[in-house]
């Protein structure tokens, strides 16, 4: 399962979002009152997830705590075919990605579409991955955060297709 993601290429209508898992209570940062670093800080893990037109499903630890062009370059440059067309929320760091696959882009603003019910919103089906993910690692809640990729590509392995039924 080590590599089981490595070759997988998205192609078509590619959907692409982030989601977050925190720390271990040892590792995490605090400030110097002793208080834990609010909303998306060093204490919390950013994993990418992308989905296509095939059904293929992408889990890429970013290795950070928030997307910058390197971290999105690095995990998803090599698994996007250029020329495909990007459906995401805007996150600055994708436009590395549209720039240097030559992809076009749908953006949809996170803050208006967060209000939809869900058969109307355009990345519904991006949450529920995110949603399965975050499911699937709270069942298994004492994992080392240093294994974390090696849970999303059994969850990736999980949710894509079989190549021969």
Known sequence: MKHYQDNIV??????LDETFFSQIESKK???ENGKEYRGISR?????????????????????????????????????IA??????HDGEKS?????????LTSTVYDSRKIKILPDKENPL???ND?????KRFMRAHGGYNR??????????????NDPKDR
């Open 10 to 15: 998205l192609s078509g209508d590619i959907y």
């Open 29 to 31: 940062k605090r400030k």
């Open 43 to 79: 204490n919390k893990l950013c994993v990418g997830c992308a989905y296509d037109d095939f059904s293929h499903v992408l889990l890429l630890c970013e290795n950070t705590s928030k997307p910058s062009f390197k971290s999105t370059w690095n995990t998803f440059g090599s698994h």
């Open 82 to 87: 250029e020329g495909s067309h990007l459906v």
């Open 94 to 102: 994708h436009n590395i990605l549209i720039e240097k696959l030559s």
């Open 124 to 126: 519904d089906h991006i």
């Open 129 to 133: 991955i995110h949603s399965l993910t």
């Open 146 to 159: 240093d294994t974390l990729q090696d849970f999303l590509n059994l969850i990736s392995f999980i949710l």
